[in-house]
């Protein structure tokens, strides 16, 4: 299994800077890609950026140019800086793990895992 925990979330006027981070722990070596997503309140969760092993790079067009997703490998962490944050960025946002199955590493379970969310608000 893989437990993930996100802290960095509150409150900001538009035009500032957040960053989110995602702590990895239990089986990461199953771990092949991580990203964001965000709900806000009657709304579907939506993808917001992802990074895979390989540290290839994946952003929603809303994002683009204000959000930069990285990862430190060594302390499993995975990273959102959020700048030039618009009112329309608040959200509840989640942390995602995409793990490989069996056939890749025998312990490992093709499992999506995420974590508790952590709150953004952005202020007009």
């Known amino acids: 299994q893989v437990q993930l925990v996100e802290s960095g979330g509150g409150l900001v006027q538009a035009g500032g800077s957040l960053r989110l981070s995602c702590a990895a722990s239990g089986d990461t070596m199953c771990i092949f890609k991580m990203g964001w997503y965000r709900q806000a309140p009657g709304t579907e969760r939506e993808l917001v950026a992802t990074i895979t092993s390989a540290v290839r790079t994946y952003y929603a067009e809303s994002v683009k140019g204000r959000f930069t997703i990285s990862r430190d490998n060594g302390k499993n962490t995975v990273y959102l800086q959020m700048n030039s944050l618009k009112p329309e960025d608040t959200a509840v946002y989640y942390c995602?793990?995409?793990?490989?199955?069996?056939?890749?590493?025998?312990?490992?379970?093709?499992?999506?895992?995420w974590g508790q969310g952590t709150q953004v608000t952005v202020s007009s």
């Open positions: 995602n793990a995409e793990t490989v199955g069996p056939r890749a590493i025998a312990i490992c379970r093709g499992y999506d895992y």
